[in-house]
């Protein structure tokens, strides 16, 4: 027997792999599949996702005079899970995992589990460890939300040198003046706008040169020892080092994803794989805001040129742009 223990949320106990038939009213066959919701109309914000994870747990369990409809919660978890909520995420796995009231389903599950394990949920990395590496493509309740100003599709390839649709914004209030004129004379070299620069720096580390994250990310760009390897950083907090290490990187990233500001704020904060894997923004609550935070510091701006030399486009791209990314 295994028990469901998350945080502020009643433990479920259920058996790892499947109920037993004999407590089940339907066979595996008859149990609905949970649907996926329409697209949403307006912004979401967090506290509605919360809603929708609130909701489907009571009706999940019965719980708070709710009467128990497993499909509307798995369709409400749905909801919150492809918004980056982790707790959803590993319910509704749950749910696919053992049938509780919808047609099981593994191969879902474990991509599933493996989004909230991404996300730090304990409880969802052993449960990975159990069923293994997911495989296939992400299922549509960890796709990018439709219509979602985050994750909407990447632009068509724009030219080396296209006319900027908006100004970029100035440097923020709290920016050095050091740091700002450095950003402003090397940002150029990696073709890059120094507006973009600084919004990374701002975001990352609020211009903190000694900050070291509890992932070990460091400095002013918050560089991971790999990634400035990567990148040829020998001193990863020294100042300069560090802003040449991550302005390498983020004019790779344009380049790898054809100049969209959000995929390659995204793959900055989560890694590009993570982006291609989930076909956009990944279904991270924390990538979701960094890439809000970057994009209201640009205001709104979402395309920047980029320098197609640097690495060819990520094949998943195509995948990413029309109706195609939704399905």
């Known amino acids: 027997m295994l028990l469901r223990m998350i945080p502020g949320?009643?433990?479920?106990?259920?058996l790892l792999w499947a109920v037993p038939l004999a407590a089940q009213t339907l066979s595996l066959d008859e149990l609905p599949r949970h649907a996926v919701p329409p697209p949403e109309r307006g912004p979401v914000v967090p506290?509605?996702?919360q809603r929708w994870r609130q909701e489907a747990l009571a009706l999940e369990h019965g719980d708070a005079g709710a009467e128990r409809d497993p499909a509307r919660a798995a369709e409400l978890y749905c909801r919150a899970a492809r918004y980056g909520d982790a707790e959803a995420q590993f319910n509704l796995a749950w749910m696919l995992t053992n049938a509780r009231g919808i047609q099981r389903d593994d191969a879902?599950?474990?991509?599933?589990?493996a989004a909230a394990a991404e996300q730090g949920l304990v409880q969802a990395q052993n449960m990975l460890r159990a069923m293994g590496t997911p495989r296939g493509a992400p299922p549509p309740c960890l796709r990018p939300p439709d219509n979602d100003v985050v994750d909407a599709p990447p632009p068509p390839r724009m030219a080396a040198?296209?006319?900027?649709p908006l100004p970029w914004p100035p440097p923020p209030d709290n920016a050095p003046l050091p740091i700002v004129n450095f950003v402003n004379l090397v940002a150029p070299d990696y073709k890059l706008a120094p507006a973009l620069v600084l919004a990374i720096v701002a975001t990352e580390s609020n211009f903190d040169a000694s900050a070291v994250s509890p992932k070990n990310a460091?400095?002013?760009?918050?560089?991971?020892?790999?990634?400035?390897r990567r990148f040829g950083v020998r001193n990863?907090?020294?100042?300069?080092?560090?802003?040449?290490?991550?302005?390498?990187?983020l004019r790779w990233l344009l380049a790898f994803f054809e100049g969209d500001v959000a995929l390659a704020a995204a793959a900055y904060n989560a890694g590009e794989r993570a982006v291609e894997r989930y076909r956009g923004v990944p279904p991270y609550a924390e990538t979701r805001l960094y890439v809000r935070k970057i994009l209201a510091r640009l205001g709104g701006r979402r395309e920047h040129p980029f320098d197609a030399s640097v690495t060819p486009p990520s094949e998943v791209l195509p995948l990413m742009r029309g109706p195609q990314r939704w399905r």
């Open 236 to 249: 990863i907090m020294d100042p300069a080092q560090n802003l040449r290490g991550g302005m390498a990187y």
């Open 108 to 113: 879902q599950a474990a991509h599933l589990f």
């Open 9 to 14: 949320v009643a433990a479920a106990a259920a």
């Open 161 to 164: 040198k296209p006319a900027a």
């Open 47 to 49: 506290e509605q996702v």
């Open 218 to 228: 460091q400095g002013l760009m918050q560089l991971i020892p790999d990634t400035a």
